[in-house]
């Protein structure tokens, strides 16, 4: 199963894969989903390490610097995070860490 993604007003659901093959499909990250300013996760199944990183980039492109709020973040997204030192607080990601630009 590859990426979907649909686009539910101001939601970007995300389903299937998250990984290496599946975000290239995907890249660059369309403009249209840079306005959205919730991304659901409830439907990954499966996320790698370059998976977190779209994920870390669409929020960092979203908006304005608008925190992108993180939704229903599945276990093995979490846990591929805490590996990062990342965690979600009030659904906007944070790390103990600064990461440069």
Same mark, same amino acid.
């Given at each position: 199963?590859?990426?979907?993604?649909?686009?539910?007003?101001?939601?970007?659901?995300?389903?299937?894969?998250?990984? /290496?093959?599946?975000?290239?499909?995907?890249?660059?990250?369309?403009?249209?989903?840079?306005?959205? /300013?919730?991304?659901?996760?409830?439907?990954?199944?499966?996320?790698?390490?370059?998976?977190?990183?779209? !994920?870390?980039?669409?929020?960092?492109?979203?908006?304005?610097?608008?925190? !992108?709020?993180? /939704?229903?973040?599945?276990?093995?997204?979490?846990?591929?995070?805490? !590996?990062?030192?990342?965690? !979600?607080?009030?659904?906007?990601?944070?790390?103990?860490?600064?990461?440069?630009?």
């Amino acid at each position: 199963m590859s990426l979907s993604v649909a686009r539910e007003g101001e939601t970007l659901a995300l389903s299937g894969q998250l990984n /290496q093959t599946s975000v290239m499909a995907h890249w660059p990250i369309p403009e249209s989903w840079l306005s959205c /300013q919730r991304l659901s996760l409830a439907q990954v199944e499966e996320v790698d390490s370059a998976g977190l990183a779209f !994920l870390i980039e669409l929020t960092r492109l979203s908006e304005a610097g608008r925190a !992108l709020a993180w /939704q229903h973040c599945p276990k093995p997204l979490a846990k591929l995070m805490a !590996l990062y030192d990342l965690q !979600l607080e009030d659904e906007r990601l944070n790390s103990h860490t600064d990461i440069e630009e």
